[in-house]
């Protein structure tokens, strides 16, 4: 029988135990602080042949992540789900711009690593932060905070305190893709676990969560690029 293995994770404010498969594969057991390893261990047992199934579901993928974009002329990059090509040319505001192309001055060009990523992460807060927002609004459901995050693995999360987290490289995805994203972890704000009541919150708000869902299990290993 294959070996399981996982990480205990414990919270004095959490009040159930979740189960997290993550998308480098590695399984994280969130419990609350009093319950006995003995009792984890039972119930990962129980929920063995459903990790197993999640271990070997498509999205979780092992293969490199993709080698990041050269900041040069006729390159191309992401943003809400079109590729835009890169031109190193003068800018009005000296830095990134956003036009037809991906206008890039030829004094940041050689800032390779963060020219692009700096740009995104400026985006993600413009353009995600509000419509974490409003969704909230939209649910009925209030946060301690949301923030804009660098998160390899994860493309958002709701802590145990009420605070949702949401990965800055999403801004490369279709809007329709961010907003599943935001409401599948603000709904964690209703339903901690992935029940079927979980996955009907989400359903109701983002019609297209399925198409979003096969969006990101084609595509997501993009989005990973290093900028």
């Given at each position: 029988?294959?070996?399981?293995?996982?990480?205990?994770?414990?919270?004095?404010?959490?009040?159930?135990?979740?189960?997290?498969?993550?998308?480098?594969?590695?399984?994280?057991?969130?419990?609350?602080?009093?319950?006995?390893?003995?009792?984890?261990?039972?119930?990962?047992?129980?929920?063995?042949?459903?990790?197993?199934?999640?271990?070997?579901?498509?999205?979780?993928?092992?293969?490199?992540?993709?080698?990041?974009?050269?900041?040069?002329?006729?390159?191309?990059?992401?943003?809400?789900?079109?590729?835009?090509?890169?031109?190193?040319?003068?800018?009005?505001?000296?830095d990134v711009e956003l036009s037809r192309h991906f206008l890039v001055p030829p004094a940041r060009q050689a800032?390779?690593?963060?020219?692009?990523?700096?740009?995104?992460?400026?985006?993600?807060?413009?353009?995600?932060?509000?419509?974490?927002?409003?969704?909230?609004?939209?649910?009925?459901?209030?946060?301690?905070?949301?923030?804009?995050?660098?998160?390899?693995?994860?493309?958002?999360?709701?802590?145990?305190?009420?605070?949702?987290?949401?990965?800055?490289?999403?801004?490369?995805?279709?809007?329709?893709?961010?907003?599943?994203?935001?409401?599948?972890?603000?709904?964690?704000?209703?339903?901690?676990?992935?029940?079927?009541?979980?996955?009907?919150?989400?359903?109701?708000?983002?019609?297209?969560?399925?198409?979003?869902?096969?969006?990101?299990?084609?595509?997501?290993?993009?989005?990973?690029?290093?900028?």
């Amino acid at each position: 029988m294959k070996e399981l293995n996982y990480k205990i994770v414990r919270s004095a404010k959490r009040k159930t135990l979740t189960i997290t498969v993550e998308r480098d594969r590695s399984v994280v057991v969130h419990v609350p602080q009093k319950t006995p390893e003995d009792e984890v261990h039972r119930i990962m047992d129980e929920k063995r042949q459903w990790i197993l199934e999640k271990l070997r579901h498509p999205q979780k993928y092992e293969e490199p992540v993709p080698p990041g974009k050269e900041v040069v002329n006729g390159e191309s990059a992401l943003y809400l789900g079109r590729e835009y090509r890169i031109e190193v040319t003068d800018t009005r505001s000296g830095d990134v711009e956003l036009s037809r192309h991906f206008l890039v001055p030829p004094a940041r060009q050689a800032k390779r690593h963060k020219v692009l990523r700096d740009w995104y992460i400026s985006q993600a807060q413009d353009k995600i932060l509000p419509r974490a927002k409003q969704h909230a609004a939209e649910l009925g459901v209030n946060f301690k905070s949301v923030k804009i995050v660098d998160n390899r693995y994860r493309w958002g999360s709701c802590t145990v305190g009420d605070s949702v987290n949401l990965n800055w490289r999403l801004i490369k995805a279709p809007m329709f893709v961010i907003d599943y994203v935001i409401v599948h972890e603000l709904a964690h704000l209703i339903e901690a676990n992935h029940t079927a009541e979980f996955w009907s919150i989400v359903r109701a708000k983002t019609a297209t969560m399925e198409k979003a869902k096969s969006w990101l299990k084609e595509h997501g290993q993009l989005l990973e690029e290093e900028v």
